[in-house]
C-alpha cells in the first residue's frame, strides 16, 4: 500500500543548537509512504514527476513528526489536578490510592484505553510509560498500544518500600519482570523499560535487581525519576550518603539506557556522569510548575550536554499535550534566564525524545526509512492563534503554537501513514 500526502512539511532531526541545517521545512512539500514506511519526502515540484500518477491526498496545516512523550504515568490520568501538596505528600495522598486499583485487570484495561486515546488527541504517537507494581497493568498497556499499533515503551513498576497495597519484593521484581520481558519481546512496536519508581521506594536488594535486569537484557530501558524535589533530595541523602545518581550508579543503573525524568536539582558531578554515561534526562515543566518542584537548568544541561527529551509526567503534569508542554519548556527555561528556541523545543518534542528512548532510528523526523507517524496541526485553531499566526514567519507560528496551542491544534494523527485520529470526526 502506497500513498502520497502533500502539504507542509516541518521536522527537526538532530538539536538546531548552532546546527541550522537540522530545521527541515518544506512549504509544498511530498511524502510518499509506502507500508508504513516513509519512502520519499521532498519539495513537491522535486518529487512530482518521480510520483506522476499516483493520487496525491493535500493535508491542510503544518505536519510535523508525532510527537515522543518522554515520560508519563497512564495510572494517573484520573489524578490530573489533585490539589495542595508537593512530591511526597502528592504521591501519599493522591497517587499511591489511585495506583491500587490497577491490581484490578479491568480497571487497568478501561484506562490504558482512555490513556492511548488522549496521546493521540493530543499528537502523541510514542511514549516512554510508567505503569503501576502490578504486571498486569503492563500488560494492559501493550495490549492496548498493540491494538493501535502505537508505539510505547514501558515495564512494570519496582518498589519494594512502598505502601501496603503496592509493595512488591526484590524477588517478585525479578520473575515479573522477565515473565514481561519475555512475553513483549519484539511484539508490535512496544519496549521494554527496567523501572524502579525511585531511589527512595527500592530496596538496596531490589536495586541491585534491577541492575541485573538491565545487564541481562541489553535491549531494554532504565526508567526512573531523579532530582525532582528538594525534599526528595535531602531524604536520598539521608539513606545513601551520596549524589542522587551515584546511588543509581551503584547499582549499575547508569548507562546509555538510562531515562531520568525530572533533574531539577543536579549536581555538575551528575551532569559530567550523565554525559560520560550517554544517560538522559525527560524534561518535565508542566509537573515541575504543578507540584512546585523548580525549574530545569537547560544552561547547566547544555554546559555539560548530556542528552534530553520532554515529557507531560501527567498526572504532575497537567497536560498531555506536547505542544502546550513545549511552551511551559520555554517559560522553564526563561525563569533561569536561557532563551529556548522554538525549533530546539520542537526537536526535544520529537526527535530529541525519540533518541533518548532510543527509537531515535525509527521515529522523530519524517526522514525517508522512518516510520511515518506524523500530526497535521492547526495553526489557526482558535480566533487568537488564528490572529496570531497570520502573516507570521514559520518560528513565529511554531512558538505561537507552543505557547497558545494544544489538543485543538491537533488536526489529525497519523499512526504509521493511516489516520488514526481526527478532529471533531
Ligand atoms: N517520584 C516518584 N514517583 C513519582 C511520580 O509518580 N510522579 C512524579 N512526578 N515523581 C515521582
Ligand atoms: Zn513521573
Known amino acids: 500500500m502506497i500513498r502520497a500526502f502533500r502539504g507542509e512539511l516541518l521536522s527537526v532531526a538532530r538539536d538546531p543548537r548552532g546546527d541550522a541545517g537540522a530545521v527541515r521545512h518544506e512549504a509544498d512539500g511530498l511524502l510518499v509512504v509506502e507500508d508504513g514506511i516513509v519512502v520519499a519526502r521532498g519539495a513537491y515540484s522535486d518529487l512530482a514527476e518521480r510520483f506522476a500518477g499516483m493520487a496525491v491526498e493535500a493535508l491542510p496545516g503544518l505536519i510535523v513528526p508525532g510527537f515522543v512523550d518522554s515520560h508519563v504515568h497512564y495510572p494517573q490520568m484520573d489524578r490530573i489536578a489533585s490539589h495542595g ?17 490497577f491490581a ?54 519496582l518498589m519494594d ?67 525532582e524535589n528538594v525534599r526528595e533530595c535531602e531524604a536520598v541523602t539521608d539513606r545513601f550518603s551520596c549524589d542522587y545518581l551515584d546511588a543509581y550508579d551503584r547499582f549499575g543503573l547508569v548507562t546509555a539506557r538510562s531515562v531520568f525524568a525530572h533533574g531539577v536539582h543536579l549536581t555538575d558531578r551528575s551532569c559530567v556522569r550523565l554525559e560520560e554515561s550517554g544517560a538522559g534526562v525527560a524534561v518535565c515543566p508542566s509537573s515541575n510548575l504543578f507540584l512546585g518542584s523548580g525549574f530545569f537548568d537547560f544552561g547547566q544541561a547544555d554546559r555539560h550536554g548530556f542528552r534530553t527529551g520532554l515529557g507531560t509526567d501527567v498526572g504532575a503534569g ?32 520529537t526527535a530529541g525524545s525519540a533518541a533518548l528512548l532510543h527509537i531515535g532510528d525509527r521515529v522523530g523526523a519524517l526522514e525517508v526509512g522512518q516510520e511515518a507517524d506524523f500530526v497535521v496541526l492547526d495553526d489557526a485553531a482558535t480566533p487568537l492563534l488564528a490572529r496570531r499566526t497570520a502573516e507570521a514567519s514559520l518560528a513565529e507560528r511554531l512558538f505561537a503554537l507552543q505557547i497558545l496551542g494544544d489538543d485543538r491544534a491537533i488536526r489529525r494523527t497519523y499512526i504509521l501513514g493511516d489516520c488514526a485520529w481526527e478532529r471533531g470526526a
Open 85 to 101: 501538596e508537593q512530591l511526597l505528600d502528592w504521591l501519599d495522598r493522591h497517587i499511591f490510592p489511585a495506583e491500587k486499583a
Open 161 to 227: 518500600l512502598g505502601p501496603e497495597g503496592l509493595a512488591d519484593t526484590a524477588e517478585t521484581a525479578r520473575g515479573e519482570s522477565e515473565a514481561l520481558i519475555a512475553r513483549w519481546r519484539g511484539r508490535g512496536r512496544l519496549g521494554y523499560a527496567v523501572t524502579p519508581r525511585f531511589a527512595l521506594t527500592s530496596s538496596d536488594a531490589q536495586l541491585a535487581v534491577a541492575g541485573a535486569l538491565v545487564a541481562e537484557h541489553p535491549d531494554v530501558l532504565m526508567h526512573t525519576h531523579l532530582a
Open 318 to 349: 497537567t497536560s498531555f499535550s506536547m505542544l502546550h508542554t513545549a511552551g511551559l519548556a520555554y517559560q522553564a527555561a526563561l525563569a533561569r534566564g536561557d532563551r529556548l528556541d522554538p525549533f530546539r523545543a520542537l526537536y526535544l518534542a
Open 104 to 157: 484490578d485487570r479491568a480497571h487497568a484495561d478501561a484506562v490504558a484505553e482512555a490513556f492511548l486515546g488522549e496521546l493521540l488527541r493530543n499528537g502523541t504517537t510514542s511514549a516512554l510509560v510508567f505503569p503501576t507494581v502490578h504486571a498486569q497493568s503492563v500488560d494492559a498497556l501493550f495490549e492496548a498500544a498493540l491494538a493501535r499499533r502505537m508505539r510505547i515503551v514501558s515495564g512494570k513498576v
